[in-house]
């Protein structure tokens, strides 16, 4: 399995982003699939998760209502919807997955399969 992230960059607090992650090697509708960030000195948190064949959905409480997690079977690719952002949200965001038919974790040791991350900045 192999994951792919995109689409991070310098935003203006209030405004929008949306990140994309790409995912080859497996059928993933038998998979579980999630957003995680890291910030400078600070340990990896959750963010957002999704169970990618009932489309289930569990957000961290800091990016609730403001984040949507979604997927595209057709195109086997796991989006984030950032928006409104905050300079708080700066940090490096990774997309994993894990096997996982029901359900979702937001435990980051539960999941296999790591992408290589992408830099969201927020300026206030």
């Known amino acids: 399995v192999q994951l792919q992230a995109s689409g991070g960059g310098l935003v203006q607090a209030g405004g929008s982003l949306r990140l994309s992650c790409a995912a080859s090697?497996?059928?993933?509708?038998?998979?579980?699939m999630g957003w995680f960030r890291q910030a400078p000195v600070k340990e990896r948190e959750f963010v957002a998760a999704?169970?990618?064949?009932?489309?289930?959905?569990y957000y961290a409480d800091s990016v609730k209502g403001r984040f949507t997690i979604s997927r595209d079977s057709a195109k086997n690719t796991l989006y984030l919807q950032m928006n409104p952002l905050k300079p708080e949200d700066t940090a490096v965001y990774y997309c994993?997955?894990?096997?996982?038919?029901?359900?979702?974790?937001?435990?980051?040791?539960?999941?296999?399969?790591w992408g290589q991350g992408t830099q969201v900045t927020v300026s206030s």
């Open positions: 994993a997955a894990v096997r996982r038919i029901w359900g979702t974790t937001n435990a980051a040791n539960e999941y296999d399969y």
């Open positions: 090697g497996d059928t993933f509708s038998t998979y579980t």
């Open positions: 999704i169970n990618w064949r009932i489309g289930s959905t």
